[in-house]
């Protein structure tokens, strides 16, 4: 049965209203920018730092220190992943006309990659984050309170691990699905 014009009208401005919806998450985008640009200033004033005191630090301080500037940059390029990869995958393309520079990861990047890829950032973030520990293990294990919070870490570190590899095992189980049932008929050679 055919709609009547006014329904199948009102119906038409309402999925264009939600449609519009995704231009909401924009201003998200924008912050996370933003928020990149903090990194990067946090990131200029420790290499200052590490830099202008050298010469007074121990081995053990500077392996620090250079272990803080790579969080820094994990954490960056996490923004970058969601705020490049989220835009593109749920607002809109991105335009790259004929640019040389395209990330090569757009190209395949969908949402469950996009999980996975956020997921093995955080993974690797806390992975800086425990082997700073570890390093500086003497004064952090000080207490036994101090040696919970170390044991803590490296539960939370695990959880982190085990999380991406689910996410990457359950999108491969999806898009193995999904190419078995476009790919009929297609035989895979394997060498």
């Known amino acids: 049965m055919k709609k009547p014009p006014i329904i199948k009208g009102i119906e038409n401005v309402i999925e264009e209203f939600i ?3 995704r231009w909401l998450q924009a201003p998200v985008y924008l912050g996370l920018i933003v928020a990149t640009g903090v990194y990067v200033y946090k990131f200029m004033q420790e290499l200052i730092h590490l830099v202008g005191d050298v010469s007074t630090m121990n ?5 620090l220190t250079v272990l803080g500037l790579i969080d820094i940059s994990m954490v960056m390029n996490l923004l970058i992943i969601v705020t490049i990869g989220g835009y593109t995958i749920f607002t809109s393309r991105i335009d790259f006309g004929d640019q ?6 757009l190209d395949h990047m969908d949402s469950g990659i996009l999980k996975i890829k956020l997921a093995s950032s955080l993974a690797s973030i806390s ?6 520990t570890f390093i500086d293990i003497h004064e952090e294990t000080a207490g036994d309170s101090n040696f919970d919070s170390v044991i803590i870490e490296i539960v939370i570190h695990i959880v982190f691990i085990v999380s991406a590899l689910l996410l990457a095992w359950v999108e491969r189980i999806l898009h193995g699905s999904h190419h078995s049932a476009h790919g009929a008929g297609q035989i895979d050679i394997k060498h």
């Open 100 to 105: 040389e520079d395209r990330p090569q990861w």
């Open 19 to 21: 449609f519009a919806a």
């Open 127 to 132: 992975g800086v984050h425990l082997l700073k």
């Open 59 to 63: 081995e053990i301080t500077v392996m």
